[in-house]
């Protein structure tokens, strides 16, 4: 749905515009809104239209339920010439796998398929461990090479990357709007319909998704959510779920259900927030606490528990 209004703050006359799809790209909700004092309706389409596309081009060239996308190309070779772009993805995947010690790895691909959460192209279903460091790049003649059977998933960084594409190109022109996918999410400037310097973010409840948490007021970063409630399944009688814990090669069993990390950049957000929750929270508490990320978690037992680093951004009434 596309909808666009004119208001008026104390001081100026703005125009906001916003879309949302469900479902409908990368299997998740895509909803972006932007104002401006000075675009006309039209101008600020175009730019709306160009930020879906761009999240539709990232799908159809980084899904592993695409075919012919490249990274599916990618996991059924053993390597070779990639784009500039897929080259940089996978270069911060292994800058968060050292930073979080190997609890971010792309490479369970094929543990996902193990547990049935199917869909992917895959050769074949990998029986391998520990290859993620095993790639090996070349910058001058941007090849990745890899193991035959090492097969990646950007399932863990892919959203958080493409918010903050649509994010950065879109505040280059416009100081205030809101770019999220799914809850990871990018905001810039304010919420000038409020009248608000920044945005108030409701943190969802896990165990009761009509109501908050939380409320958080951000401003130029990101936020995002990884919860085991989002993607469940049943498969050979065991319950499993999306958060893949790459030491028992299967979903995290952990005393968290839901974490929500605040961030410079979504793509910060987004991997910390999943290895906080396969972390669990008293190692999670301490990684975050050592890493300086505010941190929000929900516990098994209902208990939230939030760092003084994220207390900063709560709004309190």
Known sequence: MKTEMVFSTPTKRWRAIEHEEKGKIMKTDVFIRFFSDQYSQEEMQGDMNRSFQLFRDFEARFSRFRERSELSLFNAS???????????????????????????????????????????????????KGLFSQLIFDKEKKTIQKPKDLFIDLGGIGKGYIVDKVADELSKKYRNGIVDAGGDMRVFGGDKEQNLDSFAIDVENSFDMMKTLTTIMLSDCSVATSGINRRQWHYEGEDHHHIIDPAREGSARTNVVQVTVIASRTIEADVFAKTLLILGLENGLAFAEEKNIPALFVSKDKKVISNPLFQKYEWKT
């Open 78 to 128: 053993e390597g070779g010439e990639v784009s500039s772009e897929f080259f940089s993805l996978l270069e911060k995947c292994v800058e968060f796998h050292e930073l979080t010690n190997g609890i971010f790895d792309p490479s369970i691909l094929s543990v996902l398929e193990k547990i049935g959460y199917k869909g992917s192209h895959l050769p074949a279903v990998s029986e391998a």
